[in-house]
């Protein structure tokens, strides 16, 4: 279980987030909340990006007594940008995802852990491909493959279905369950689509723009149109269709265009 407790950061006098605390156990965990509400800061924090006041532990384990190398054994950490290298094949950029483990030589260990990873996304056919000739989907595929590689507890993603269609955001959630499942791993994703994040998350983490959680659960517990409306600031309509949760917004509150 990831432990948060009493977690505060500001940018100079500025208050980003406050007092946050938050047990979080593994499969699909996303963030979400209106802009500025903290939580990619949140996210950064919990890596070790930035340095807040309070307690993260991991299975008991205090993590802001790890330096970032120690943390990056235990947890991965990618963000919005794409991966950068488009000169690299996507084997090597995998291969990169091994540093770490790496003394002067390769070791089959290491091409094998590759190998794995490619297999387990069933991206194994871009192995020889560049980066540079990749889609945006299949980048941040490549993005997860290399994080696999170092066999992380934790995976954190910040808005990880940017500028990908909703095909490819569908696949990329189906491959992150599955690995979820399979490999125990916990996610913490942020995101800004509230449908998308009903769907797929095991737990939901709702923060407000003052930098609170507002409320953490089952989706299908905590959504409703009240919490919409304070959240939000909108007006929407909340129905369940097959045991799942949809939300659809009507209007925001307070803005109209006058003709």
């Known amino acids: ?110 091409l094998d852990a590759v190998m794995n990873a490619l297999k387990t996304l069933r991206i194994e056919n871009l192995a020889k491909r560049r980066l540079g000739e990749l889609s945006g989907g299949q980048k941040k595929l490549v993005s997860i493959a290399q994080s696999l590689v170092r066999s992380p507890e934790i995976i954190l993603m910040d808005e990880p279905t940017n500028n990908l269609d909703i095909q490819r955001q569908l696949e990329l959630f189906y491959v992150m369950s599955k690995i979820s499942t399979e490999k125990k791993i916990l996610f913490i994703i942020v995101m800004h689509d509230i449908n998308l994040s009903l769907k797929f998350a095991d737990n939901l983490i709702i923060m407000n723009s003052k930098g609170q959680i507002e409320k953490q659960g089952i989706p299908e517990n905590i959504i409703d149109e009240e919490i919409l409306e304070e959240v939000y600031n909108i007006k929407a309509k909340v129905y369940r269709i097959d045991e799942k949760t949809m939300v659809w917004p009507e209007k925001s509150i307070g803005y109209s265009i006058k003709g």
């Open 1 to 110: 279980m990831l432990k948060i407790e009493n977690l505060s950061f500001s940018y100079g006098k500025t208050q980003v987030f406050k007092d946050i605390d938050l047990q979080i156990d593994e499969g699909i965990n996303i963030l979400i909340g209106p802009n500025a509400a903290g939580k990619s800061t949140l996210v950064k924090s919990i890596f070790g990006l930035l340095s807040p006041k309070g307690h993260i532990s991991w299975k008991g384990k205090n993590l802001q007594d790890l330096n970032l190398e120690d943390r990056m054994e235990l947890m991965v950490y990618i963000p919005q940008e794409d991966i950068a290298g488009n000169s690299l094949t996507v084997f090597e950029t995998v291969l990169l995802g091994r540093l770490s483990s790496l003394t002067f030589k390769v070791q089959d260990k290491d």
